[in-house]
Each structure stands twice: as structure tokens, then as C-alpha cells.
């Protein structure tokens, strides 16, 4: 019977342990969020490019795959003088998977409108993740589309 208590209680232990790292990846995944949103903000491409992993694809809805830090800044860089601003990210799922995550979310950023006006974009976006050897996490893929 013991042995039925000691298994059940390390078995608890660990699930509580593996609970607490999902926890505190979400933050540190949600945190690298805010800085990605915080950067595109103060249309600071380059600081949005530091955000992606050496060999980092973006993929956005067009016909073009954009490759590594220097054309993902310059990608940016154009949507950010296009006028764009306000950006949010919100995680709907979150799946981390040793040194490799997914987040599906959605985002939404004020833009340009017909006529002069601003109108407010929605989407929903997913990127994959790596674990750096620093402890943070890049984007290697990310994509998403615009709902309107």
C-alpha cells in the first residue's frame, strides 16, 4: 500500500512540476508577445526582426516567403510606414513540445482605411517557436491572415 501512496504522490508531483513549467513558458512566450507588439508599436522593425529566430520564414498572406532577420526587418519596415499601428496578440493555443512551441492566436492592428480613415484589422496567426540557448524564444515560422 505504501508503494501505491509513494507512486501517486511523485506522480502528482510531476504532473504538478510539468503544469508549473507549462505555466511559466506561456508567460515567457506571452512576455515575448508584448515585446513583439510593444516594438511594432514604436515601429521599430528592427527590434520586431530581433524577435525571429537566424533561419526564421515569414509567411504572410501573399506570394512571398520572407527569409531571416534582415528581410523580415525590411518586411516590416514597409507595413509599419504604411501606417499601421496598435497591434495586439492574443494566444488561443499554446503547445510546447521540448525546445520547439506553437502558438495559434489572433491579432488585430489599426490601419489605413479607404477615404482617409483608419479602420482596425483582425486575424488569426500561428507561429512556431524555438528555444534559444539564452532561455528565450524565437519565431521560426509564423504566418497569418486577415479576417477583413
Known amino acids: ?29 506571452e512576455a515575448g508577445n508584448a515585446k513583439w507588439d510593444a516594438a511594432f508599436n514604436k515601429k521599430d522593425a528592427a527590434g520586431i526582426a530581433a524577435l525571429y529566430a537566424a533561419d526564421a520564414k515569414l509567411l504572410p498572406p501573399a506570394k ?15 507595413i509599419l510606414e504604411g501606417g499601421f499601428a496598435d497591434h495586439k496578440i492574443e494566444i488561443v493555443d499554446l503547445k510546447v513540445e521540448g ?22 484589422y483582425t486575424g ?11 532561455g528565450s524564444w524565437k519565431s521560426r515560422a509564423h504566418t497569418w491572415n486577415v479576417a477583413n
Open 1 to 29: 500500500m505504501d508503494r501505491i501512496v509513494l507512486m501517486a504522490t511523485a506522480l502528482a508531483v510531476g504532473l504538478g512540476t510539468s503544469l508549473a513549467h507549462a505555466q511559466d513558458i506561456r508567460a515567457t512566450i
Open 64 to 78: 512571398v516567403v520572407v527569409s531571416g532577420p534582415a528581410e523580415i526587418e525590411k518586411f516590416f519596415k514597409s
Open 99 to 120: 525546445n520547439l512551441a506553437y502558438q495559434a492566436g489572433r491579432w488585430t492592428a489599426t490601419g489605413p482605411a479607404q477615404g482617409g480613415t483608419r479602420a482596425t
Open 124 to 134: 488569426s496567426l500561428i507561429s512556431v517557436l524555438e528555444k534559444q540557448a539564452d
